[in-house]
């Protein structure tokens, strides 16, 4: 049996119609979970989402959107930073398996976002060449959302995350001819969204 080919529409209403299937607790974990849905699957793979998200152990997208196997193409990372081996997953994903939309997921109070927030307050503070890659990507837009003449630093955090997602959005579509050429073609799309860690609600930031 053929696996069923989405649109980006109908993805966009999978991930919504899941994410309210996991807040409501009535889970059905997308298009299954057990061995029958692992046998169909052996021919190939047709999901209808990929997802960026962070490595955080409090935002699995396979949960948030009640997916099941086959459902998402996830790419994870503290800080859900877009490099050159998650844009080429993504790439691989949407020319070779037909998935038609990649979402970016941010998150509040997002630890590697804090930690790049930390970097700019005390740079002298280094933890590791390896961290210090992570906070190096995410400097941008920590610089760009740092609080002006009274603003709030108690938000500092989300926003750099927010901006952080839009930002890779756009990213995402200017560095890969692939995913542009796609977009063109009205076979793809790229669609920001935070998660609220004291909600657990999904915020789409387009409809695209
Ligand atoms: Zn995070």
Request: proline content about 9%.
């Given at each position: 049996m053929a696996l069923k080919q989405h649109t980006t529409a109908k993805a966009y209403d999978l991930l919504r119609e899941g994410h309210a299937r996991s807040l409501s607790g009535e889970r059905k974990y997308g298009s299954g979970v057990g061995l029958d849905r692992a046998l169909e699957l052996t021919g190939g793979q047709a999901p209808y989402a990929s997802v960026l998200c962070?490595?955080?152990?409090?935002?699995?997208p396979e949960h948030i959107f009640d997916a099941g196997l086959g459902d998402l193409f996830v790419c994870r990372n503290a800080g859900n930073i877009l490099d050159d081996l998650a844009l080429g997953s993504f790439e691989y994903a949407a020319a070779h398996?037909?998935?038609p939309l990649l979402v970016v997921l941010g998150h509040t109070s997002c630890g590697a976002v804090g930690a790049a927030v930390a970097a700019v307050k005390?740079?002298?503070?280094?933890?590791?060449p390896h961290v210090d890659s992570v906070i190096q990507r995410l400097m941008p837009a920590v610089i760009a959302t740092v609080p002006r003449?009274?603003?709030?630093?108690?938000d500092w955090v989300d926003d750099a995350a927010r901006w952080n997602v839009e930002r890779i959005c756009e990213d995402a579509l200017r560095r890969s001819a692939i995913l542009r050429d796609l977009h063109r073609q009205g076979k793809f799309n790229v669609l920001g969204a935070m998660y609220d860690l004291e909600t657990a609600q999904v915020s789409f930031m387009q409809t695209g």
């Open positions: 962070c490595a955080d152990s409090r935002v699995p398996t037909g998935c005390k740079p002298e503070d280094t933890e590791s003449n009274g603003g709030d630093m108690s």
